[in-house]
């Protein structure tokens, strides 16, 4: 089966389904470094007595539709598939615990032409499975290299986000685990890539990479504790580029720009290797 424009644009994607509890949340904020060295620093995110939800937890809710791709009706190559970009709309902080309810659909495909491949724009809304209310929305810019000359729009694409030529306003270091994809798996990104080092060389790495919304994850409470003073329910936006994997066990530093209006840039190094992760990094947050 080809890759074609229209059958994509309208593909049914089933719709997804999860409960989750607090201990879920606490899963969650560990997963992504949360407690690591200091647990009193972090105690709001993991202790159920006074829990707060970081809002990119959103990201691993509800997803059972994402399988749909690996369809060999799409058309869609896996071998040249890659996640390029994610953005998060929060439209309400996440209660720590509830039945929510996802819808899938895809927002859009831009064509680069048969060489470059195509952008496609992958929607999941989380809503409250009860009221009905709509709580997030992330958008996740899959970069389809083998499927380009679809016959979508060729411009209309987002604009990564520049990052400011001064100096960072803050810098944080976090360091992760070396167990830290193991854990991050259990919110439940079971992709062999990031356990398995025979999978992991066969993708040409020499062991298992860490997820790229666990890095994601980390920037997230890096921006919430410098510019939200580490109160999750005040962000509203989280986007981000990335750029290169993690390994488990590296030092991931978030430079962030505070741009004194509600919004802040950001973009994440290894420490270690000296390499840009996460880039063009966007946020927004309900000033103080």
Known sequence: ?????????????????????????????????????????????????????????????????????????????????????????????????AKVKSRSYVQEIYDKGVEKGSVMMLAREISDADSGELLA?????????????????????????????????????????????????????????HIDPKFAAMGGFPKPILHGLCTYGFAARAVISAVCDGNPARLRKFNLRFASPVFPGETLRTEIWNEGDGTAAFRTFVVERELLVLNNGYAEFDPA
């Not at 290299?145 to 960072?168: D, H, K, L, M, W």
Request: charged content about 20%.
């Open 1 to 97: 089966m080809g890759f074609e424009y229209e059958k994509i644009k309208n593909w049914p994607i089933p719709e997804g389904h999860q409960d989750y509890s607090a201990n879920d949340c606490i899963l969650y904020a560990l997963s992504v470094g949360a407690g690591a060295g200091d647990p009193a620093a972090d105690l709001n995110l993991i202790y159920e007595k006074k829990l707060e939800v970081l809002p990119t937890m959103a990201v691993t809710m509800a997803s059972q539709g994402t399988m749909w791709v690996a369809d060999p009706k799409t058309g869609i190559d896996l071998s040249k598939l890659l996640h390029g970009e994610q953005y998060l709309t929060i439209h309400k902080p996440l209660p720590s615990e």
């Open 137 to 193: 929305t992330c958008t996740s810019a899959v970069f389809l290299r083998g499927n380009g000359g679809c016959g979508g729009p060729t411009s209309g694409q987002p604009v990564p986000q520049p990052i400011p030529e001064r100096a960072p306003d803050v810098v944080i270091d976090s360091i992760s685990r070396e167990e830290q994809a193991a854990l991050y798996r259990l919110t439940g990104d079971t992709n062999p890539l």
